[in-house]
Nanobody
Framework: EVQLVESGGGSVQQGGSLTLSCAAS????????IGWFRQAPGKEREGVLT???????GSADSVEDRFTISRDNAGNTVYLHINSLKPWDTAVYYC?????????????????????WGQGTQVTVSS
């Protein structure tokens, strides 16, 4: 059974930091790129960052340097670290997986290309 399980969300004060984790199982992790997406209240889901199995990353144009992504292939886990959290970072954060074997290529953040999704983890930032 394919599973993507996000964790690490919570309620934080503006300026704080969080590291979200995405634990994957049930598929060949090294054959997949993992992307982070988020959906704020009343807004459409948007891509944040993605990372391929070789560590190549891609980001949405709107994503600030406050967001970084990393990957532990041995542990089948991808991390999203967010610094200097702002109230508008409040959203449900989802990780997703797409089959992607290319090396040195950004996997992109087109949601329809991602076949497996987690249930999401809530991040709430208060001012």
């Amino acid at each position: 059974e394919v599973q993507l399980v996000e964790s690490g969300g919570g309620s934080v004060q503006q300026g704080g930091s969080l590291t979200l984790s995405c634990a994957a199982s049930g598929f060949t992790f090294e054959d997949y790129a993992i992307g982070w997406f988020r959906q704020a209240p009343g807004k459409e889901r948007e891509g944040v960052l993605t990372i391929s199995s070789d560590g190549t990353t891609g980001s949405a144009d709107s994503v600030e340097d406050r967001f970084t992504i990393s990957r532990d292939n041995a542990g089948n886990t991808v991390y999203l670290h967010i610094n200097s959290l702002k109230p508008w970072d409040t959203a449900v954060y989802y990780c997703a997986a797409r089959w992607f074997l290319l090396k040195g290529v950004d996997a992109g953040l087109r949601a329809w290309e991602y076949e497996f999704w987690g249930q999401g983890t809530q991040v709430t930032v208060s001012s």
